[in-house]
């Protein structure tokens, strides 16, 4: 799929989908895996600022990632010199096949809707894969505060809210022997 990258990075980042629509190649830094959350495109008002505050956020991707956004990358270089002039150029990660920004509608019907299809899933949206990972990070211990950030949470009330029964229930000493320890150490 074209846009194979979106989706794995999608899933294993948990950015919104206006953000990696909105996503320049200036906001990847290849050598620390850092990506700069800073702006958001909306297909009604165009590009923006984020969501809230909170929402511009750096965050550091895995290498599997990269890979694919560099692979991404290598293949978009060629589309683009096979189009020559009719490449918009806006140095978008995830454009258009023409370079300009990408659409909602465009990327799930053609695209996201297609790789479930073939995969034999139904009744998911691309926010899915935001909400799989931020469960798959609690269920596997990260703290809350940590997801809420990675999210680009408002505050992280937000972010229990949405996932608090995906966090374990750990079975712990009784509250007196928690102090105990605590006091002891």
Request: charged share 25%; net charge positive; hydrophobic share 30%.
């Amino acid at each position: 799929d074209p846009f194979y990258a979106l989706w794995l990075l999608k899933s294993m980042s948990g950015m919104r989908l206006g953000e990696l629509q909105a996503l320049t190649w200036d906001d990847i830094n290849f050598e620390t895996g850092v990506i700069d959350i800073n702006k958001s495109y909306d297909d009604k008002h165009g590009l923006g600022t984020p969501k809230s505050k909170s929402s511009r956020r750096k965050i550091t991707i895995n290498f599997d990632c990269l890979k694919a956004l560099r692979e991404h990358q290598s293949k978009q270089l060629e589309l683009q010199l096979s189009l020559g002039r009719y490449w918009e150029n806006l140095n978008l990660v995830f454009p258009s096949s023409t370079g300009s920004y990408s659409h909602k509608s465009n990327l799930r019907n053609r695209s996201f809707n297609v790789i479930l299809k073939k995969s034999g899933l139904t009744d998911r949206t691309p926010h899915t894969l935001r909400h799989t990972f931020a469960s798959l990070m609690l269920m596997s211990g990260t703290p809350i505060l940590k997801v809420s950030r990675y999210l680009g949470h408002q505050d992280i009330t937000v972010t229990s809210r949405t996932y608090v029964h995906y966090i374990p229930n750990q079975e712990t000493d009784t509250l007196a022997d928690d102090f105990s320890k605590l006091l002891n150490s």
